[in-house]
């Protein structure tokens, strides 16, 4: 069974970047993509980007495009998120997810509050 | 980008009700439609799959169905476990509605 173990809780200060991993478990990480998608508090979703470990690749939404980077670790079969230039805004629960088809995502991680805040 | 907007907001339902909620999307998606539950501090769930297929181990209480721009995801017999607030997600460009909160 799959399951997504992601890093913990984190508090930034204004302008400063977070980083937030995320661990998959069972042989699935070569064969899948991975998407990320954050929720602030008390609203709806918003999906990020996605990499395709295998090919290297990485797609983003337009919004995130110049202040979020997504990664893959294939040896240890791990995602990383990174966004930089963080304000107040950014304040959120970052998921990542497996798409098991295109754009069908299942299962999440626990989610990563990250708050941003001077 | 196409845009999905779901309706009600929020609604509240009595246990054995039937509820149906509703997922417009800005332009037609085809069958790329799909719900998730969520829960207060717990990550969302797929229910359903290209609008009508259910996911493993979801009741059959649950059905989705719809084309083209408008969707619908059917609750027949409300049980107490799925008061919680469902999202409706398009698999192209991924874009998600602001969801629908079943209440009490």
């Known amino acids: 069974q799959v399951q997504l173990e992601q890093s913990g809780a984190e508090v930034k200060r204004p302008g400063s970047s977070a980083r937030v991993s995320c661990k998959a478990s069972?042989?699935?990480?070569?064969?899948?993509?991975f998407s990320w998608v954050r929720q602030v508090p008390g609203q709806g979703l918003e999906w990020m980007g996605r990499?395709?470990?295998?090919?290297?690749?990485?797609t983003y939404a337009q919004k995130f495009q110049d202040r979020v980077t997504i990664t893959a670790d294939s040896s240890t079969a791990t995602t990383f998120i990174d966004v930089s230039r963080l304000t107040s805004n950014d304040t959120a629960v970052y998921y990542c997810?497996?798409?098991?088809?295109?754009?069908?995502?299942?299962?999440w991680g626990q989610g990563t509050p990250v708050t941003v805040s001077s | 980008d196409i845009q999905m907007t779901q309706s009600p907001s929020s609604l509240s339902a009595s246990v054995g009700e039937r509820v149906t909620l509703t997922c417009r999307a800005s332009?037609?998606?085809?069958?790329?439609l799909n719900w998730y539950q969520q829960k207060p501090g717990t990550p969302p769930k797929l229910l359903i799959y290209s609008t009508s297929t259910l996911e493993n181990g979801v009741p059959s209480r649950f059905s989705g169905s719809g084309s083209g721009t408008e969707f619908t995801l059917t609750i027949s017999g409300l049980q107490p476990e799925d008061f919680a607030t469902y999202f409706c997600q398009h698999s192209h460009n991924p874009s998600f509605g602001g969801g629908t909160r079943v209440e009490i």
């Open positions: 997810t497996r798409e098991r088809l295109s754009g069908v995502f299942h299962p």
């Open positions: 990499v395709f470990p295998v090919f290297g690749s990485t």
């Open positions: 332009q037609a998606v085809t069958n790329l």
């Open positions: 069972g042989d699935i990480f070569r064969t899948s993509s």
